[in-house]
């Protein structure tokens, strides 16, 4: 069984940095997208980044290009994403999910961190 586990979140003030990881366990992800996601109270579940575990590439929402990256690291089966310059509209709680790469649908989910930024 897949198995999800994010960490890193936190209160940080606006203008500050949070690096989110997630962890993953129970398969290989070679054959993955990795995705970031957040979810704001009142508000749809916002697509952030993904990256594919095999070949490294990314991608980007434009609300975030430019502040926030992911990376992932082999050795550990974690994918990261740093946030800098945070602004208090970033404030919700960050997923991490794996899409197989012949699918367009997010399958596993992890349960989340929790990332406020005060003004």
């Known amino acids: 069984q897949v198995q999800l586990v994010e960490s890193g979140g936190g209160l940080v003030q606006a203008g500050g940095s949070l690096r989110l990881s997630c962890a993953a366990s129970g398969r290989s992800l070679s054959n993955y997208y990795v995705g970031w996601f957040r979810q704001a109270p009142g508000k749809e579940r916002e697509k952030l980044a993904s990256i594919r575990w095999n070949s490294g590439s990314t991608d980007y929402a434009d609300s975030v290009k430019g502040r926030f990256a992911i990376s992932r690291d082999n050795t550990k089966n974690t994918v990261y994403l740093q946030m800098n310059n945070l602004k208090p509209e970033d404030t919700a709680v960050y997923l991490c999910?794996?899409?197989?790469?012949?699918?367009?649908?997010?399958?596993?989910w992890g349960q989340g961190t929790q990332v406020t930024v005060s003004s």
């Open positions: 999910a794996l899409r197989h790469l012949i699918s367009e649908t997010y399958v596993y």
